[in-house]
């Protein structure tokens, strides 16, 4: 089997109201490195607000 690469890897979209599950990581696997310049966003994110069709969701 081979490695996926950058370029075979589709782009990712978050769909209109979100997730109700979060999807597999879109580059797991992936064993290129990342390109110089990127920005380093990965690690832990925090929720801070959540809103679905435009209103606050509860939480």
Known sequence: MTQPTIDSI?????????????????LAGC??????GAPAIGGLWETVDVV????????
């Open 52 to 59: 679905v069709d435009g209103e606050m969701a509860s939480t």
């Open 31 to 36: 064993v290129e490195p990342i390109p110089d």
């Open 10 to 26: 589709p782009v990712a979209y978050t769909p209109p109201g979100g997730y109700n599950a979060f999807p597999a990581p879109v």
